[in-house]
């Protein structure tokens, strides 16, 4: 009886943390917290798309998101989107995006986010796309956009699990 109350145990602990793993999308450099990064997928023939995700800063001093790469983008880079006298304006942040001590930036559709021009393919749901990301201050980390469906839901819909990195 003992063995079959262990065995049941430990089922219910191996199903609870392998579907921590499989929902969870995190990742940790240093004191940054990188939550869900995300982009939307694309149709055929599309050349541009989106990445989002947060960012959360738990240092004692600012950090500063610098450049993005991701094999198979000609080019990637962090954009604002912001509405200018009623008209929407979209600029590549020359200087990065500055995370402040205890803040989230949130990376986000109509907000900041990661443009990727010069798609070599199709984004499509379900699947992940590899990028890293560079820090001013923490250095580097490899994450995984994860490809959410046209017009899919926000990162702030998910689990976020931090993942430390090597």
């Not at 145990?9 to 940790?28: D, E, M, N």
Request: hydrophobic residues 45%.
């Amino acid at each position: 009886m003992k063995s079959r109350l262990n065995n049941s145990i430990f089922v219910v602990f191996l199903c609870l943390f392998t579907s921590s793993l499989a929902f969870g999308h995190g990742y940790k450099l240093g004191d940054l917290d990188i939550r869900h990064p995300w982009a939307r997928a694309t149709p055929s023939g599309a050349e541009v798309a989106g990445g989002y995700m947060e960012i959360f800063n738990a240092g004692s001093a600012s950090d500063r998101l610098i450049s993005i790469n991701v094999p198979g983008v000609h080019m990637a880079a962090v954009h604002e989107m912001a509405v200018v006298d009623g008209i929407m304006k979209m600029r590549p942040l020359a200087q990065g995006l500055e995370i402040k001590s205890g803040e989230t930036i949130i990376l986000k559709p109509g907000s900041f986010h990661v443009m990727m021009m010069g798609l070599s393919k199709p984004l499509i749901a379900g699947e992940t796309l590899a990028g890293t990301l560079h820090f001013e201050k923490a250095g580097s980390i490899d994450v995984e956009f994860k490809i959410e469906a046209m017009g899919g839901e926000p990162a702030s819909q998910h689990n976020h699990t931090a993942v430390p990195a090597n």
